[in-house]
């Protein structure tokens, strides 16, 4: 299916474990985004990618990771969890100007 | 600074109501305005873009730049619209790159 998908859509893991979030978009976009959802605080960016193997800093990339050595790949990963990153955390494409989101992915950090 | 502010958390309103949700800005320059729509659980979704001037399922929005605000209308609300709303900023030439606001969650009663 075209579009942009990630993986897992459910995790649970445990405070100190690394985890990676996948995210693979099928349109080619050269920019992609990592956000999360937290209540109150609507959507925050994390860290974005403006083509392959160029990244850079959001909002609040404390704690994360990620690479981008494919255009249409783009992991994300918590490399020692805390529960503080219990969320749902959506990845994006853009090519135009607006941003095309994947289904989400709700992690829980026990 | 760049920010989106929606001083709403809550609006409910009975079906068939006129619907204002309200968006501010804070942006030096001149920015791309949208608003996405979430649907329980689901990916956010684009509803409407400033420049593109639409009505999408009966929503508008139009942007002030005087008052700094883009808030989204609907003349008739119905139960689907019922559904977390995001107003959002890309800054020029970033890619797509949104920022958002806390979000507004609309809640339509029969």
């Known amino acids: 299916d075209a579009g942009i998908t990630q993986s897992p859509r459910y995790k649970i893991t445990e405070t100190g474990r690394q985890v990676t979030l996948m995210c693979h978009q099928t349109?080619?976009?050269?920019?992609m985004f990592w956000y999360r959802q937290d209540l109150g605080h609507g959507l925050r960016l994390i860290y974005y990618?403006?083509?392959?193997?160029?990244?850079d800093k959001g909002e609040v990339p404390d704690g994360y990771v990620v690479s981008r050595s494919k255009t249409e790949n783009f992991p994300l990963t918590l490399e020692s969890a805390t529960r503080s990153q219990t969320s749902v955390y959506f990845c994006?494409?853009?090519?135009?100007?607006?941003?095309?989101f994947g289904q989400g992915t709700r992690l829980t950090v026990v | 600074a760049q920010r989106v502010t929606q001083p709403e958390k809550l609006l409910s309103v009975f079906k068939g109501a006129p619907v204002e949700l309200k968006c501010n800005y804070s942006?030096?320059?001149?920015?791309?305005l949208f608003w996405y729509v979430q649907y329980s659980r689901q990916r956010l979704q684009l509803l409407l873009r400033?420049?593109s001037r639409e009505s999408i399922k009966g929503f508008t929005a139009d942007l002030n730049k005087g008052e700094t605000s883009f808030h989204l209308k609907k003349p008739f609300a119905q139960e689907e619209d019922s559904a977390m709303y995001y107003c959002?900023?890309?800054?020029?030439?970033?890619?797509?790159?949104?920022?958002f606001g806390q979000g507004t969650e609309l809640s339509v009663k029969p």
């Open positions: 994006a494409s853009s090519k135009t100007g607006w941003a095309f």
């Open positions: 349109w080619s976009h050269s920019y």
């Open positions: 990618s403006a083509a392959a193997d160029i990244t």
């Open positions: 942006y030096s320059g001149s920015p791309e």
């Open positions: 400033h420049i």
């Open positions: 959002a900023l890309s800054p020029y030439n970033q890619g797509g790159k949104l920022i």
